[in-house]
């Protein structure tokens, strides 16, 4: 069952000041939506292996089950070969 946005809210900051949500989180990314599995405050960066903080992951891929700190590194994952934006 997806989790609304009220609901992750909640769920993070319970992860955030729970016993063991100091550290990585394990999550489930769903078309949408994502689903906390094992507490924790970030999740990283498949591509930079930055940490993203719960509360701002915006981009992941549901097909390989992973996270993206910015679009660029969206386009990096699935255009390794494209160019880099200039900026």
């Given at each position: 069952?997806?989790?609304?946005?009220?609901?992750?809210?909640?769920?993070?900051?319970?992860?955030?000041f729970g016993?063991?949500g100091?550290?990585?989180?394990?999550?489930?990314?769903?078309?949408?939506?994502?689903?906390?599995?094992?507490?924790?405050?970030?999740?990283?960066?498949?591509?930079?292996?930055?940490?993203?903080?719960?509360?701002?992951?915006?981009?992941?891929?549901?097909?390989?089950?992973?996270?993206?700190?910015?679009?660029?590194?969206?386009?990096?994952?699935?255009?390794?070969?494209?160019?880099?934006?200039?900026?």
């Open positions: 069952m997806p989790v609304d946005r009220a609901q992750r809210r909640l769920l993070t900051v319970l992860n955030k016993p063991s100091h550290g990585e989180a394990q999550v489930q990314y769903l078309d949408g939506d994502f689903r906390v599995i094992s507490p924790g405050t970030f999740v990283r960066c498949a591509v930079t292996d930055t940490r993203i903080p719960l509360d701002e992951l915006k981009y992941w891929s549901v097909d390989l089950q992973e996270a993206y700190a910015h679009p660029g590194a969206v386009l990096q994952r699935h255009f390794p070969g494209a160019p880099k934006p200039q900026g």
